[in-house]
């Protein structure tokens, strides 16, 4: 059964622009601060996980663009890293925002889990 064009945006590749608009949004809001937490790594943790969900997104996207599941995951991975960046570079130009390399390590371990795990629940999925 084909799906009409604009299901097929609506299922597939609206989460992933919901979820990069999400990111967006909240890099660009002058001095966000988490509440302490007592953790050294703390504002870490939000980074993962987002970047975790969107290559999740990414990857549903990718599947109406690539047949090559091998196609998928890379490319979905590259955009999440390639995101990650401009997002941390973008924050260089908020108030009381700065960007951190640690910030990005966070967010492209976010996506290279998500990825693997993704991967290896397809593999062994009946």
């Known amino acids: 059964m084909k799906h009409k064009p604009e ?6 590749h609206l989460p992933a ?10 890099s660009s809001i002058p001095n966000l601060t988490l509440p302490d937490a007592g953790i050294d790594f703390e504002d870490k943790i939000p980074h993962f996980i ?5 290559y999740m ?4 996207s990718a599947s109406k663009l690539f047949k090559s599941a091998k196609k998928r995951y890379l ?30 390590i966070a ?9 693997t795990l993704m991967a290896v629940f397809k593999r062994y999925s009946v």
């Open 75 to 104: 490319y979905s991975f590259l955009f999440a890293v390639a995101f990650a960046g401009i997002d941390e570079i973008h924050q260089m130009f908020i108030p009381g925002r700065y960007s951190e390399l640690f910030d990005f």
């Open 7 to 12: 299901l097929i945006f609506l299922k597939f």
């Open 107 to 115: 967010d492209t371990a976010g996506s290279a889990l998500s990825m």
């Open 17 to 26: 622009l919901i979820m990069a608009l999400a990111i967006l949004t909240l």
């Open 57 to 60: 997104f990414l990857l549903r």
């Open 50 to 54: 987002e970047y975790f969900i969107f």
